[in-house]
Each structure stands twice: as C-alpha cells, then as structure tokens.
C-alpha cells in the first residue's frame, strides 16, 4: 500500500508537525507500507522526499535536502495521487491512502481533506465538515453546548465590531462572562497560539487586540480553575475512548511552549481524578466527537475543576499531537493499543471510511 505522510505546512505550527510526522515515520510498518514522504514548506510549497532522513525531519532542515521533487497533489481523480515535476517531465504517482500529520491551518480545519475528497483519496482522520468545525472554536461550542456537554461560558467577538468600538465590546464581553479571570482566544488557530490570560478590562482589551492579528473571531471565555485532562478517541461510526491523561504544566496554562519545548509538565495516565469522573469524561469525549461528526480520531480535552470536581469541556483537536511525548499516542498504549498497531487502526479507520 503507498501511503502518503504529508507533514510541515503553512500554520504556525510548522515546527510541530514535523516533529509530529518523524514520529510517525519511525513507527509505521515498513513492511506494510510503501511510505510517500511529502513535505509542505511554510510558504506553502510541496515536495515529495525521496529517501527521506526522519532526523532531517525531525529537525526542520528537510527543506535543505538536495532532492526534493516538486509535487502537486491532484484533484484529478483518474491521478489518485501526486504529480511530479520532474526534469524529464511530469510523472504521476498513485497513493493508496493518505496520513495528513498536519497542525493547524491548512491541515486540521478541512482545507486538505477537501482536497483530498475531490481527489477521491482515502485518508486518515476527520472530514471537511468536522475538521472545519473543530478548527473554528465558536462553532465547537455551539454544536456542543447543543449535545449538552457542559462548557465554559462564553462571548464571541468579532473584529469589526472591535475595530468601531473596541471598549464596548470588551464591557460586552465582561458583562456577558460575569467575572475575572478571563481567556481570549482566536477561534482558529490551534496549539495555544494568540492565547491570553485577561484579568481586568485593560488586558482583556489588549488581548482582544492581539488575538484580532490571528483571526477575525475571539472567544472571550469563562475561566476554569481545574486540572487540564486529556481522552483520545478512535474510529469512525462506533468510536472509543481511551483512559484519561491529566497535564501538570509548569508554567501558569499550557501554553505552546509548555506544550512541546517545557519538558517540566508532567503527564500523570491515567488521570488523579475518580473512577466516575473518568468515566464522565469519556462518555463526554464520545458525545462531543459524535456531535461534532469526527471521524478517525480526535483528542478531546477538558478540565476537573478543583473546588467542586466538575468535567467541563475545553476543546477538541482533529489531529492531535503525535509526537514521542504526546499524550494521544501515550494514552492508547496505556490501553495496550502500541504505537505502530494504533497507526495500522488508523490507516484500515480511513479505508473503511472511504469504502463505507
């Protein structure tokens, strides 16, 4: 079977992905695949790596490999696969299935699955429409607050409305959360990017203004003081739910940087919370993937507040880390599903997709 494992990308979270796809690499079957290496560059260009160097990858100096070939991913669907532009010419090359270990824009929020779905290409994780509802935090949260999953109050902002009054809609939206702390967050841009901690309106305003630079929707949320924790979901119309992974980080919340540079944060799995409070948070994680249409797998995380122990929703990733030290891969292997074995899931979860 060729599979194609796309990695890098245009989204902030270039860096991540390669880190995220080496891993991958290293631990797909060989004997199962034909692996297909393609690289996207952060201005958007693609290549396709032959005899690709997982550490060159890992790194983020691919780019620099004498080699690379130009490739387009068609949406010709008698190419099923990648165009070539080589010297001698154009070549095609057939792909069997995808594996889009891409972060962010242009990789979780349904740019590259509709690509691939005009393509007729089977590939890992979510569709169009649940990876772009996922990616869109504002429209997570309408969809689930509609399956009734409790979730922290909110205000969505828009950026006219801030750009003509920027005091009223940062009274509007302390008026609307009732409370300081608070969160700002663009609604679409994943990995903590353009996140801030507002404890008065002075910063919330300068929030809302640096999180506009990132996106033309903000969430201004309700603050949670609780433990952040972690469920991973697997498959498609029948999905499960892994344990619980609770993140201690060590810095104030998990930002990027305590997310993939801090090795401080710890991961407790399964998580220092009851038996019914994992179980809550699973059956929670299922309604939320379910509502949301997802499709493959997903990372869904929550908090355990401190003072009372409540499970409230925080948010859903379509392609979760998959870094050596990321909790989705860490959490199925806790259930005795390994690395190599959850990727084959994986893989066969996308053809019985594609097939059904």
Same mark, same amino acid.
């Given at each position: 079977?060729?599979?194609?494992?796309?990695?890098?990308?245009?989204?902030?979270?270039?860096?991540?992905?390669?880190?995220? $796809? $080496?891993?991958?690499? +290293?631990?797909?079957?060989?004997?199962?695949?034909?692996?297909?290496?393609?690289?996207?560059?952060?201005?958007?260009?693609?290549?396709?790596?032959?005899?690709?160097?997982?550490?060159?990858?890992?790194?983020?100096?691919?780019?620099?490999?004498?080699?690379?070939?130009? #490739?387009?991913?068609?949406?010709?669907?008698?190419?099923? !696969?990648?165009?070539?532009?080589?010297?001698?010419?154009?070549?095609?090359? +057939?792909?069997? &299935?995808?594996?889009?270990?891409?972060? @962010?824009?242009?990789?979780?929020? @349904?740019?590259?699955?509709?690509?691939?779905?005009? $393509?007729?290409?089977?590939?890992?994780? &979510?569709?169009?429409? #649940?990876?772009?509802?996922?990616?869109?935090?504002?429209?997570?949260?309408? =969809?689930?607050?509609?399956?009734?999953? +409790?979730?922290?109050?909110?205000? =969505?902002?828009?950026?006219?409305?801030?750009?003509?009054?920027?005091? !009223?809609? #940062?009274?509007?939206?302390?008026? +609307?959360?009732?409370?300081?702390?608070?969160?700002?967050?663009?609604?679409?841009?994943?990995?903590?990017? !353009?996140?801030?901690?507002?404890?008065?309106?002075? %910063?919330?305003?300068?929030?809302?203004? $640096?999180?506009?630079?990132?996106?033309?929707?903000?969430?201004?949320?309700?603050?949670?003081?609780?433990?952040?924790?972690? &469920?991973?979901? *697997?498959?498609?119309?029948?999905?499960?739910?892994?344990?619980?992974?609770?993140?201690?980080?060590?810095?104030?919340?998990?930002?990027?940087?305590?997310?993939?540079?801090?090795?401080?944060?710890?991961?407790?799995?399964?998580?220092?919370?009851?038996?019914?409070?994992? %179980?809550?948070?699973?059956?929670?994680?299922?309604?939320?993937?379910?509502? *949301? !249409?997802?499709?493959?797998?997903?990372?869904?995380?929550?908090? &355990?507040?401190?003072?009372?122990? %409540?499970?409230?929703?925080? %948010?859903?990733?379509?392609?979760? @880390?998959?870094?050596?030290?990321?909790?989705?891969?860490? *959490?199925?292997?806790?259930?005795?599903? @390994?690395?190599?074995?959850? =990727?084959?899931?994986?893989?066969?979860?996308?053809?019985?997709?594609?097939?059904?």
């Amino acid at each position: 079977m060729k599979l194609a494992v796309v990695f890098g990308g245009v989204s902030s979270e270039h860096s991540i992905s390669c880190l995220s $796809a $080496a891993s991958v690499l +290293r631990n797909l079957d060989q004997n199962k695949y034909e692996i297909l290496a393609v690289g996207i560059t952060e201005e958007g260009r693609w290549y396709l790596y032959p005899d690709y160097n997982v550490d060159k990858i890992e790194k983020g100096l691919w780019q620099e490999e004498s080699g690379l070939v130009p #490739a387009i991913l068609s949406p010709d669907r008698a190419a099923h !696969g990648l165009v070539l532009l080589t010297d001698g010419g154009v070549q095609t090359v +057939r792909v069997d &299935c995808v594996f889009p270990v891409l972060h @962010g824009i242009g990789g979780e929020d @349904g740019t590259i699955q509709g690509l691939l779905e005009l $393509a007729a290409i089977p590939y890992v994780g &979510c569709g169009v429409a #649940a990876s772009a509802n996922s990616m869109d935090k504002s429209i997570t949260k309408v =969809l689930v607050d509609a399956a009734q999953v +409790r979730q922290a109050r909110y205000y =969505l902002a828009l950026k006219h409305e801030f750009a003509a009054d920027a005091a !009223g809609v #940062a009274r509007a939206a302390a008026e +609307r959360i009732g409370s300081f702390p608070v969160f700002v967050k663009p609604c679409s841009s994943g990995s903590s990017v !353009g996140v801030a901690k507002a404890a008065d309106m002075r %910063e919330l305003t300068e929030g809302l203004k $640096a999180a506009f630079g990132y996106d033309s929707k903000v969430l201004v949320e309700e603050f949670i003081s609780g433990h952040e924790i972690e &469920c991973a979901v *697997l498959g498609n119309l029948s999905p499960v739910a892994s344990t619980v992974g609770e993140i201690a980080p060590a810095q104030e919340f998990y930002t990027f940087d305590a997310k993939y540079a801090d090795e401080a944060s710890k991961l407790f799995i399964p998580a220092r919370i009851t038996e019914e409070q994992l %179980e809550e948070t699973r059956q929670n994680a299922i309604k939320v993937y379910t509502a *949301l !249409g997802c499709r493959g797998l997903s990372r869904v995380d929550f908090f &355990c507040t401190y003072d009372s122990g %409540e499970i409230v929703f925080n %948010e859903l990733n379509a392609i979760p @880390g998959f870094t050596s030290i990321s909790m989705y891969p860490k *959490l199925f292997a806790h259930s005795g599903v @390994g690395y190599t074995e959850l =990727l084959d899931r994986l893989v066969s979860l996308a053809l019985e997709e594609h097939h059904g």
